[in-house]
């Protein structure tokens, strides 16, 4: 269910305290009919990071609810968003996040590279309070993740690295050689790549 938003709520988001300050409205009017559930919301950015749109993606328990990538990035890739933020209450008012909210959190992240939809945030929200999982590490931490990570992506991710890797070996091995004929180290940063700090600490014999 697409929230209804007025020009004033479709702000430009700076921080979790302009997304939790919609959020508990929000929550405070739906909870008139269902306060004992958890509710699942998607907030989609555009490129400046105004708010595109709010959308309920479920209703659940009062410990519980699901949240399936095809519901949540359905309409992220209708609007053409460029980033959504997870967004769920707790009717305890707990604000620790369980096992199943990072479980969640981590599926969707892994989706969402897949689809150039990244995950930027996820609020757990009270009528009083809320927690961010970026701004306590955990959303760093859960992007780290292969738990969710398809096997064919994480091949290719390991081809990348391997091929970096490669790459920055053949630079310092051009560094070494360069700067064993006496180039300065600002012409060889400038031939290879390399930071100017890492060619002043290679050790080689000058011809």
């Keep these: 269910m697409d929230i209804k938003l007025t020009e004033a709520e479709k702000i430009k988001i700076l921080n979790s305290d302009d997304i939790y300050g919609i959020m508990q409205k929000i929550l405070l009017r739906e909870d008139k009919i269902d306060q004992n559930r958890e509710h699942f919301w998607v907030i989609g950015l555009e490129n400046n990071n105004r708010i595109l ?12 609810t699901l949240a399936e990538p095809m519901e949540v990035f359905s309409l992220a890739l209708q ?3 460029v980033k959504i933020i ?10 620790k996040p369980s096992e199943g909210d990072k479980n969640i959190t981590d599926r969707l992240i892994q989706v969402g590279i897949i689809v150039d939809t990244p995950v930027s945030d996820h609020l757990i929200i009270t009528p009083k309070s809320y927690l961010s999982f970026k701004n306590i590490g955990l959303l760093e931490e859960l992007e780290k993740s292969t738990k969710y990570v398809p096997q064919y992506v994480l091949e290719e991710r390991i081809k990348k690295d391997a091929a970096k ?26 031939s290879t790549g390399l930071p100017v700090q890492e060619i002043e600490k290679l050790r080689v014999k000058k011809l």
């Design 86 to 95: 997870l967004c769920h209450n707790h009717p305890s008012g707990e604000l």
């Design 79 to 81: 609007k053409r968003a």
């Design 165 to 190: 890797i490669a790459e920055q070996k053949k630079a310092i091995e051009v560094a070494k050689q360069l700067k064993r004929k006496g180039v300065d180290n600002e012409t060889i940063a400038f």
């Design 53 to 64: 749109f709010i959308e309920l993606i479920s209703l659940g328990t009062i410990n519980k």
